[in-house]
């Protein structure tokens, strides 16, 4: 029998409501985006983690994070392809694709193909759709 390190998670609406908030929820259950340059992470430098804010689970390294002048924080690839789904996204009027996190379904951005490096690809990821664990220091 295979192992999950990290089972998918299923919970209700409210149970999701009751945990994330008014803000969170909407960009995470509903698919909402943040005001530009109104990002909590948008300014952070330091060496860390970038998790899910719903489930936790590691989406991007502080690595791959760059400055795209976007408005939102940018990563050049997830830590680990594997932990995010990519969907077509036609909400917009225009073809997108949108970044979701794979353990727990929830909405974090958009990825495009205007990125730097080998790659060329910017994840264009809320704020509030994620949290920042900074590397311990020894």
């Known amino acids: ?35 530009p340059f109104s990002g909590s992470l948008l300014q952070v430098t330091g060496d860390g983690t970038y998790l899910c804010g719903a489930c936790g689970q590691a989406l991007f390294t502080a690595g791959s994070k760059f400055e795209s002048h976007c408005g939102w924080p940018s990563f050049t690839h997830p830590q ?36 730097p490096g080998p790659r060329g690809t910017r994840y264009c990821i809320n704020s509030a759709s994620l949290d920042f664990r900074p590397s311990q220091q020894g």
Request: proline fraction near 3%.
């Open 1 to 35: 029998m295979k192992h999950e390190v990290n089972p998918e998670i299923t919970k209700s609406e409210q149970e999701w409501k009751a945990q994330l908030g008014p803000e969170r929820y909407h960009i995470l259950r509903e698919a909402g985006t943040e005001a």
């Open 80 to 115: 680990e392809q594997e932990n995010v789904r990519l969907l077509d996204d036609y909400s917009s009027g225009t073809h997108r694709t949108e970044v979701r996190c794979k353990r727990c379904d929830s909405h974090l951005g958009h990825v495009f193909d205007d990125g």
